[in-house]
Protein backbone atom coordinates (compact mmCIF):
# COMPACT_ATOMS: atom_id res chain seq x y z
CA UNK A 1 0.00 0.00 0.00
CA UNK A 2 2.98 2.33 0.69
CA UNK A 3 4.72 1.57 -2.21
CA UNK A 4 1.18 2.30 -3.95
CA UNK A 5 0.95 5.55 -2.64
CA UNK A 6 4.87 6.52 -3.22
CA UNK A 7 4.15 5.65 -7.11
CA UNK A 8 0.84 7.75 -7.15
CA UNK A 9 2.93 10.49 -5.34
CA UNK A 10 5.50 10.78 -7.58
CA UNK A 11 3.80 12.37 -10.61
CA UNK A 12 1.81 14.48 -8.35
CA UNK A 13 5.60 15.94 -7.34
CA UNK A 14 6.77 16.42 -10.95
CA UNK A 15 3.93 18.15 -11.84
CA UNK A 16 4.87 20.89 -8.64
CA UNK A 17 8.11 20.84 -9.89
CA UNK A 18 7.57 21.81 -13.56
CA UNK A 19 5.00 24.39 -12.52
CA UNK A 20 7.73 25.94 -10.18
CA UNK A 21 9.79 26.28 -12.54
CA UNK A 22 7.89 27.48 -15.65
CA UNK A 23 6.39 30.24 -13.50
CA UNK A 24 10.21 30.96 -12.39
CA UNK A 25 11.18 31.40 -16.15
CA UNK A 26 8.06 33.26 -17.56
CA UNK A 27 8.64 35.92 -14.48
CA UNK A 28 12.48 36.31 -15.61
CA UNK A 29 11.55 36.24 -18.94
CA UNK A 30 8.46 39.31 -18.13
CA UNK A 31 11.65 41.40 -16.15
CA UNK A 32 13.99 40.58 -19.33
CA UNK A 33 11.66 42.04 -22.49
CA UNK A 34 9.75 44.60 -20.17
CA UNK A 35 11.83 46.11 -17.08
CA UNK A 36 8.82 48.59 -16.75
CA UNK A 37 6.26 46.14 -15.97
CA UNK A 38 7.27 46.15 -12.36
CA UNK A 39 7.73 49.58 -11.92
CA UNK A 40 6.16 52.75 -11.79
CA UNK A 41 8.88 55.03 -11.84
CA UNK A 42 8.60 56.27 -15.72
CA UNK A 43 5.33 56.97 -14.95
CA UNK A 44 5.52 59.89 -12.74
CA UNK A 45 9.16 60.93 -13.59
CA UNK A 46 9.08 64.86 -13.19
CA UNK A 47 11.50 67.59 -14.56
CA UNK A 48 12.61 70.83 -12.85
CA UNK A 49 14.85 74.18 -13.73
CA UNK A 50 18.49 73.49 -11.92
CA UNK A 51 19.36 76.05 -9.36
CA UNK A 52 16.15 78.00 -8.88
CA UNK A 53 14.45 78.70 -5.34
CA UNK A 54 11.10 79.15 -7.48
CA UNK A 55 11.34 76.01 -8.85
CA UNK A 56 12.22 74.12 -5.66
CA UNK A 57 9.30 75.66 -4.18
CA UNK A 58 7.16 73.71 -7.05
CA UNK A 59 9.30 70.69 -6.52
CA UNK A 60 7.99 70.86 -2.94
CA UNK A 61 4.56 71.32 -3.49
CA UNK A 62 4.33 68.70 -6.45
CA UNK A 63 5.75 66.60 -4.22
CA UNK A 64 2.89 66.93 -2.08
CA UNK A 65 0.23 66.77 -4.66
CA UNK A 66 1.69 63.64 -5.45
CA UNK A 67 1.85 62.41 -2.01
CA UNK A 68 -1.96 62.84 -1.66
CA UNK A 69 -2.81 61.14 -4.84
CA UNK A 70 -0.63 58.04 -3.85
CA UNK A 71 1.96 58.76 -6.63
CA UNK A 72 5.54 58.05 -6.39
CA UNK A 73 7.23 61.39 -8.09
CA UNK A 74 10.56 61.30 -9.26
CA UNK A 75 11.43 64.89 -9.74
CA UNK A 76 15.01 65.61 -11.66
CA UNK A 77 16.30 69.10 -11.76
CA UNK A 78 18.09 70.28 -14.72
CA UNK A 79 19.34 73.26 -16.57
CA UNK A 80 16.06 75.11 -17.94
CA UNK A 81 17.01 74.07 -21.92
CA UNK A 82 17.94 70.29 -20.89
CA UNK A 83 14.54 69.88 -19.09
CA UNK A 84 12.77 71.43 -22.17
CA UNK A 85 14.42 69.29 -24.88
CA UNK A 86 13.95 65.87 -22.58
CA UNK A 87 9.74 67.14 -22.11
CA UNK A 88 10.23 67.38 -26.21
CA UNK A 89 12.13 64.03 -26.30
CA UNK A 90 9.54 61.91 -24.42
CA UNK A 91 12.20 61.67 -21.91
CA UNK A 92 10.05 62.22 -18.88
CA UNK A 93 5.93 62.50 -17.68
CA UNK A 94 6.55 65.95 -17.34
CA UNK A 95 7.52 69.43 -15.82
CA UNK A 96 6.95 70.75 -12.99
CA UNK A 97 6.79 74.63 -12.99
CA UNK A 98 6.25 76.49 -16.72
CA UNK A 99 4.02 80.15 -17.35
CA UNK A 100 1.55 79.91 -20.29
CA UNK A 101 3.99 80.81 -22.66
CA UNK A 102 5.34 77.27 -22.77
CA UNK A 103 2.39 75.90 -23.51
CA UNK A 104 2.39 78.05 -26.48
CA UNK A 105 6.05 77.46 -28.00
CA UNK A 106 5.20 73.74 -26.81
CA UNK A 107 1.72 73.10 -28.55
CA UNK A 108 2.10 69.16 -27.82
CA UNK A 109 2.11 69.51 -24.18
CA UNK A 110 -0.61 69.23 -22.12
CA UNK A 111 -0.96 72.13 -19.84
CA UNK A 112 -2.80 70.70 -16.42
CA UNK A 113 -5.78 74.01 -16.37
CA UNK A 114 -5.44 74.96 -12.56
CA UNK A 115 -2.32 76.51 -11.77
CA UNK A 116 -0.92 76.12 -8.28
CA UNK A 117 1.63 78.85 -7.72
CA UNK A 118 2.36 82.69 -9.03
CA UNK A 119 5.44 84.06 -9.91
CA UNK A 120 6.58 87.45 -9.45
CA UNK A 121 9.13 89.09 -12.04
CA UNK A 122 11.31 91.93 -10.42
CA UNK A 123 13.96 94.31 -10.89
CA UNK A 124 17.33 93.65 -8.79
CA UNK A 125 20.23 96.52 -8.83
CA UNK A 126 23.46 97.63 -7.22
CA UNK A 127 22.64 99.66 -4.02
CA UNK A 128 25.13 101.91 -4.97
CA UNK A 129 23.66 102.90 -8.17
CA UNK A 130 20.46 105.71 -8.78
CA UNK A 131 18.44 103.56 -11.19
CA UNK A 132 14.85 104.68 -10.29
CA UNK A 133 12.95 101.62 -12.14
CA UNK A 134 9.30 101.35 -12.50
CA UNK A 135 9.12 99.74 -16.30
CA UNK A 136 10.77 97.89 -18.71
CA UNK A 137 11.05 101.17 -20.39
CA UNK A 138 13.31 102.74 -18.05
CA UNK A 139 15.66 99.73 -19.13
CA UNK A 140 16.25 100.33 -22.43
CA UNK A 141 19.85 101.57 -22.56
CA UNK A 142 20.84 99.72 -19.80
CA UNK A 143 22.80 96.24 -19.52
CA UNK A 144 20.59 93.35 -18.31
CA UNK A 145 20.83 90.13 -17.18
CA UNK A 146 18.17 87.38 -17.47
CA UNK A 147 18.20 83.26 -17.04
CA UNK A 148 18.79 81.47 -20.16
CA UNK A 149 16.02 79.63 -21.64
CA UNK A 150 13.41 81.17 -18.63
CA UNK A 151 10.34 81.76 -20.21
CA UNK A 152 8.64 84.93 -17.88
CA UNK A 153 12.26 86.79 -18.17
CA UNK A 154 12.44 86.71 -22.32
CA UNK A 155 9.80 88.65 -24.72
CA UNK A 156 9.97 91.72 -23.17
CA UNK A 157 10.67 94.07 -25.59
CA UNK A 158 14.54 94.22 -24.61
CA UNK A 159 17.50 95.60 -26.75
CA UNK A 160 18.78 92.01 -28.03
CA UNK A 161 22.64 93.76 -28.33
CA UNK A 162 21.98 94.61 -24.16
CA UNK A 163 20.83 91.28 -23.23
CA UNK A 164 23.61 89.10 -21.66
CA UNK A 165 21.94 85.61 -20.49
CA UNK A 166 23.56 82.96 -17.04
CA UNK A 167 22.82 80.08 -16.72
CA UNK A 168 21.77 80.37 -12.63
CA UNK A 169 20.26 83.33 -10.75
CA UNK A 170 23.30 83.12 -8.46
CA UNK A 171 25.74 83.64 -11.75
CA UNK A 172 23.51 86.45 -12.59
CA UNK A 173 23.96 88.23 -9.92
CA UNK A 174 27.61 87.85 -9.75
CA UNK A 175 27.37 89.81 -13.39
CA UNK A 176 25.34 92.74 -11.52
CA UNK A 177 27.43 92.59 -8.48
CA UNK A 178 30.53 92.99 -10.35
CA UNK A 179 29.00 95.53 -12.18
CA UNK A 180 28.85 93.87 -15.52
CA UNK A 181 25.53 94.19 -16.52
CA UNK A 182 23.10 97.05 -14.63
CA UNK A 183 20.29 95.51 -13.83
CA UNK A 184 19.10 91.78 -13.93
CA UNK A 185 15.41 90.73 -14.36
CA UNK A 186 14.53 87.51 -12.35
CA UNK A 187 11.48 85.96 -10.07
CA UNK A 188 11.07 87.87 -6.82
CA UNK A 189 11.48 84.36 -4.59
CA UNK A 190 14.86 83.44 -6.66
CA UNK A 191 16.22 87.31 -6.41
CA UNK A 192 15.62 87.61 -2.97
CA UNK A 193 17.29 83.84 -2.07
CA UNK A 194 20.09 84.79 -3.77
CA UNK A 195 21.00 88.10 -2.46
CA UNK A 196 19.88 87.03 1.03
CA UNK A 197 22.58 83.92 1.09
CA UNK A 198 25.85 86.17 -1.31
CA UNK A 199 24.95 89.62 -1.78
CA UNK A 200 22.60 91.18 1.52
CA UNK A 201 25.29 94.13 1.30
CA UNK A 202 25.27 95.13 -1.99
CA UNK A 203 22.25 94.53 -3.95
CA UNK A 204 18.83 95.22 -3.74
CA UNK A 205 15.69 94.70 -5.33
CA UNK A 206 13.50 97.56 -6.29
CA UNK A 207 10.15 98.20 -5.47
CA UNK A 208 8.46 97.96 -8.57
CA UNK A 209 7.24 94.58 -10.22
CA UNK A 210 6.82 93.77 -14.14
CA UNK A 211 4.47 91.45 -13.97
CA UNK A 212 2.71 88.36 -11.65
CA UNK A 213 2.50 85.09 -14.00
CA UNK A 214 0.65 81.81 -13.06
CA UNK A 215 2.49 79.05 -13.23
CA UNK A 216 1.06 75.37 -14.32
CA UNK A 217 2.61 71.78 -14.15
CA UNK A 218 2.87 70.56 -18.11
CA UNK A 219 2.44 66.75 -18.91
CA UNK A 220 4.10 65.23 -22.13
CA UNK A 221 1.28 63.42 -24.36
CA UNK A 222 2.79 59.59 -23.35
CA UNK A 223 1.57 60.29 -19.53
CA UNK A 224 -1.56 62.40 -20.53
CA UNK A 225 -3.62 60.39 -17.94
CA UNK A 226 -1.98 62.60 -15.47
CA UNK A 227 -3.21 65.69 -16.14
CA UNK A 228 -6.74 65.09 -14.74
CA UNK A 229 -5.35 63.25 -11.53
CA UNK A 230 -2.46 66.63 -10.53
CA UNK A 231 -5.62 69.09 -11.48
CA UNK A 232 -8.39 67.90 -9.39
CA UNK A 233 -5.89 67.04 -6.79
CA UNK A 234 -4.43 71.27 -7.19
CA UNK A 235 -8.76 72.22 -6.99
CA UNK A 236 -9.41 70.29 -3.63
CA UNK A 237 -6.32 71.60 -2.16
CA UNK A 238 -7.41 75.19 -3.26
CA UNK A 239 -10.79 74.36 -2.16
CA UNK A 240 -9.97 73.51 1.45
CA UNK A 241 -6.80 75.99 1.55
CA UNK A 242 -4.41 73.66 1.95
CA UNK A 243 -2.38 74.90 -0.49
CA UNK A 244 -1.61 78.09 0.46
CA UNK A 245 -0.49 76.67 3.64
CA UNK A 246 1.60 74.38 1.37
CA UNK A 247 2.96 77.32 -0.32
CA UNK A 248 4.08 79.60 3.10
CA UNK A 249 5.64 76.18 3.90
CA UNK A 250 7.77 75.42 0.99
CA UNK A 251 8.56 79.36 0.47
CA UNK A 252 10.05 79.84 4.08
CA UNK A 253 11.79 76.31 3.68
CA UNK A 254 13.32 77.09 0.98
CA UNK A 255 14.38 80.73 1.78
CA UNK A 256 15.60 79.01 5.05
CA UNK A 257 18.24 77.49 2.72
CA UNK A 258 19.23 79.77 0.81
Avoid at 229 to 248: E, Q
Wanted: include cysteine; charge should be positive.
Amino acid sequence: MKDALVILFKPFQSYRYCKNKLTAALFAFVLVVSPQAFSDDNNTHFVGVADSSIQNIGRIILEEICFTQKLQCDIEMLPAPRAERSMRDGQVSGEIMRVWRYGEDNPDFIRVPTSYYEIKTAFFTRKDTQFSITSVADIAELNVGVLTGVKHTQNLGLNPKKVFYSATTEKMMDLLNKKRVDVVIASYMDGMATINKRYADTLTVQSATIKTQPVYVYIHPNSKELAPIIDNAIKTLVKTGKLSTMIADAEQKVLNES
